[in-house]
């Protein structure tokens, strides 16, 4: 068994909101993990009869309070992300992700590049639209840091964007019955139909307001 396949079993022993606040700030800092395998298998389990889960009391899982701690548990990862970016710097940040335990953690210099490349081209929105994007979801909050961006700004854009996406990681696991292989094949299509949603939301409005300063 890998470490992650460990974590799951682990998880599914041990599912509460205490677990799953803290898996999701392992997925959302330089710490691999697949948020698909916390926020699914627990809506999937709140939305049972028998969902009573037994740790130092008995307690029912809600799949809006899932939703609101693995938010926490997002947004906690991207300000470790974020911090630490600041703090160490360029140079430093690089330095690790192209090590051996950068590797370990799935990162590279490349990867970190491109993720600053993307913050620099859609600016500040990058760390909400970028919540939605594999491979630059866990990524996004280290070139915010980099950047030194404003703190409020980006606590916003952040949980704005992992919450939208938890809400469908909940539902996905709902309706795939907590079947992991195809919540992670699904989740796929799905960010790529809200990114292309949000495209279309921000055509409307540049065209609406076109519209509105050629009538002027």
Same mark, same amino acid.
């Given at each position: ?5 460990? @974590? ?8 509460? %909101? $205490? ?26 389990? $709140? ?6 889960? %037994? ?38 940040? %690089? !330095?690790?992700?192209?090590?051996? +335990? ?37 990524? @996004? ?40 292989? +195809?919540?992670?094949? %699904?989740?796929?299509? +799905? ?5 292309? +949603?949000?495209? @279309? ?6 065209? !609406? ?8």
């Amino acid at each position: 068994m890998t470490i992650v396949d460990n @974590i799951i079993a682990w998880y599914s022993a041990h599912m509460n %909101y $205490a677990s799953i606040t803290a898996l999701m700030t392992i997925e959302s800092s330089f710490i691999p993990f697949p948020s698909e395998v916390v926020i699914p298998p627990a809506a999937f389990v $709140a939305n049972q009869p028998d969902s009573v889960l %037994y740790a130092t009391d008995s307690y029912i899982l809600n799949v809006l309070i899932i939703v609101l701690f693995g938010t926490l548990g997002a947004m906690l990862g991207a300000i470790i992300n974020y911090y630490l970016s600041c703090w160490l710097g360029r140079p430093i940040i %690089y !330095k690790f992700a192209d090590s051996k +335990l950068g590797h370990l953690c799935l990162l590279s210099g490349e990867k970190i590049a491109r993720a600053e490349e993307y913050f620099r081209e859609h600016g500040n929105i990058s760390t909400f639209v970028g919540r939605f994007i594999p491979g630059i979801r866990q990524l @996004i909050s280290i070139p915010a840091g980099l950047a030194k961006m404003k703190l409020l700004p980006f606590l916003l854009y952040t949980f704005l964007g992992a919450f939208i996406w938890n809400c469908v990681l909940a539902l996905l696991g709902y309706v795939a019955a907590g079947n992991i292989e +195809l919540i992670k094949e %699904y989740s796929h299509e +799905l960010s790529v139909a809200i990114l292309i +949603l949000f495209g @279309i939301v921000l055509v409307y409005f540049v065209v !609406k307001k076109i519209i509105a300063s050629t009538k002027k």
